[in-house]
């Protein structure tokens, strides 16, 4: 199967989890605050978010294991990839227990630092502990995944992420309606984890990526080197991100309390929806960046790497602006009131977007090319940055100081510092940068900005619901020919088309032919 067909299928049932994980928000959080209290989805929202900062156990060993089989699966007969997969399981396994333990000692101290009302500690130290077991089943299984990402099959997690979310939904719905109240996240999450192994080992297997009798090899101190140097350049570069991208609700529930937590929470979701949705290209690029790295294919990299720039800035833009017109009116159709978001925030979170949208491909070129460098220690300070001024400025000036310092923190270090390493990689001037990677979307920005404002102004005296709708059409039919048009490379909309039934695919075509 070429790069380019596995691109494609990993893309499109990456875009399907999207598509699912947004009828899953829908239809959950309706469901969620008519059977819970509001203060006790806000404790679950901190819990979610305090299990991320989990993934700091790792040390980058994740990323590392991913980015190393590639350089070892077109030679898996010197033993080399087996050896990596067994060092990977035995991390994987190490790093599994070690959570158990910090999760299950530190609940009560964790409770305290969240500052949980004395009311819920006793029911949030329960459910962190049992996340924390849950969590640690399913980290010490990670290589199984990481196995098929080296090989381009990102498509095959995708698909279990899809079934996973419906099988979810439909298990939180018993589960609340039984009476089971915040354990049923707890009871969905543990049937999940036991399903898991069972349907990634099969189709490793199937796939013939596990190593093959003969191709184990040993477990060997320099192996274990090999990933531990490469995972400690990507763990200050992964916690940083996390810090910077994953502290708001833990912030906002300190400075403003459990309520405006929930409200975070869920004015947020589609923000949350919107960023893997544009980094979606990125990451599913990466495995075959990588291989053209080792196999040393410079043009075709370079050519595959602008194209990923300019789709992704672009893709950046048309969402923020696109979620800026509609969420604040969706959420509170959504909640039937119950939450109210200033569309204010909808604005920042849109600047913020674009700007993570660019940042995130020029940094992970240097994890993709295993040249982190210093940009390992400019992610660390942007988090720690954010952190130590976030509680200062929310206390000040709310939601919006917060989003306003992520934008600051952002700019200031990782997107300016990405941006001229991907500079210097490619022995680029800034002129060519802007005119070959920043112009399309630049250009999208200001076409579909100006729309969306004098849309915003023109509907103002309509109720939510239609107002709602005309921002939609607007988002998906000017909007999206206004983002192919000028967001997107002529080629780019060439190779889409070529993969879209009749109807859509002379639609791109003519879009194409007029850009």
Known sequence: MSRLKKFSR??????????????????SIPLILHWLPRAEFGMWA????????????????TSAVSRLLVDYKDR???????????????????????????????????????????????????????????????????????????????DIMNNYNSYNLVAQLGLLALFLNRGLGIYSFLYAGVISAVISPLYLV?????????PQAGEWGRLTRQKFREVFSFGLDVFLFGLGGQLILSSQTIIVSRCLGLDLAAVWAVGTKVFNFCLPLVLRPLYMSMPALAEMIVRQERERLRSRFEGLVV?????????????ALCNSLFVGLWTHGRITWWAGNDGLLAVWLVIISIQSVHCNLTLVAKQIGGIRYIFFAEGCCFVLLAGFWGSRWGVPGIVSLSILCTTAFSFQYGLRRSLKYFQMGVGAAV???LLPGLRLA?????????????????????????????????GLFLFLRLGCRPETVQE????????????????????
Not at 10 to 26: I, K
Not at 125 to 133: A, D, E, K, P
Not at 449 to 466: E, I, R
Not at 499 to 512: D, E, H, Q, S
């Open 10 to 27: 990993n893309l499109a049932t990456s875009y399907l989890q999207l598509g699912v994980n947004v009828v899953y928000s829908l239809v």
């Open 46 to 61: 901190v819990l979610v978010q305090l299990m991320g900062y989990v993934s700091v156990i790792d040390l980058g060993m």
């Open 76 to 154: 898996r007969g010197d033993g080399g990839y087996g050896s990596l997969v067994k060092t990977a399981f035995l991390v994987s396994l190490t790093q599994g227990l070690i959570i158990l333990a910090a999760v299950t000692v530190g609940a009560p101290l964790l409770a305290e630092l969240m500052k949980i009302p004395a009311e819920h500690q006793a029911v949030f130290i329960t459910l962190l502990r049992v996340q924390g077991l849950i969590t640690a089943f399913t980290f010490s299984l990670r290589p199984l995944g990481l196995m098929l990402d080296a090989h381009q099959r990102m």
């Open 202 to 210: 099969w189709h490793c297997r199937r796939l013939g990526v596990l």
């Open 311 to 323: 789709l992704t800035g672009s893709l950046g833009v048309y969402l923020g602006i696109s979620y």
């Open 435 to 437: 005119s070959r990677w």
């Open 446 to 478: 200001l076409a579909y900005g100006v729309l969306a404002v004098m849309v915003w102004l023109a509907t103002k005296q309509l109720t939510p619901l239609p107002r709602l709708g005309v921002h939609v059409v607007v988002a998906l039919v000017p």
């Open 496 to 515: 889409l088309s070529a993969r879209l039934p009749g109807p859509a695919n002379k639609w791109l075509l003519f879009i194409a032919a007029a850009a």
